[in-house]
């Protein structure tokens, strides 16, 4: 047999292992990787980003994980990180590639990546507002709430809508 019929089988094995992992989000919890709430939100705004991140968090697992994987560390120098990514400043160029995706060089903490996220435009502005809300407060990061009435606000104005 050759090489092909011991790798193949392995990366697949691999990818399934890291892309379909269907943790319930306990693990996260245990491991500080659940949200951190944002300072200065009143009780109801509160209770709005724990779903928003609770939403976001199993759209992520649908349409992002793939890629960017289960803990935000994204693919070697393929696909860059979520975790820690200074890119996240930026929320409206992040929402705007959520839903229009990307293509050519974008620069993560110091390191550039050359490749294509594919569009995602079956997502609504509800569901962006979820997986930005829980991309920008998971691993570690503090990006805050976005709501479904900036989402939507961002959306009109992204360059790629134009």
């Known amino acids: 047999m050759s090489l092909y019929h011991y790798i193949v089988p392995a990366l697949l094995g691999w990818f399934c292992l890291t892309a379909c992992s269907g943790d ?6 245990q491991q500080g990787t659940g949200p951190s709430v944002p300072a200065g939100l009143d009780d109801a705004t509160e209770m709005k980003f724990k779903q928003y991140w609770t939403h976001g968090r199993r759209l992520y697992k649908q349409h992002c994980i793939g890629c960017h994987q289960n803990d935000g560390s994204g693919l070697a120098q393929l696909i860059p990180p979520l975790a820690g990514a ?3 400043e930026n929320r409206e160029r992040v929402i705007c590639i959520i839903k229009h995706g990307q293509q050519g ?3 993560v903490n110091g390191i550039t990546y050359d490749g294509v996220m594919p569009a995602s435009p079956q997502l609504q502005a509800l569901d962006i507002a979820e997986i930005a809300t829980y991309i920008l407060n998971a691993w570690g990061n503090e990006g805050g709430f976005v709501s479904v009435q900036q989402a939507d606000s961002i959306l009109n104005t992204c360059p790629e809508k134009q």
Do not use: A, C, N, R
């Open 24 to 29: 319930s989000g306990k693990q996260e919890q």
């Open 86 to 88: 200074d890119f996240l």
């Open 105 to 107: 060089e974008v620069v």
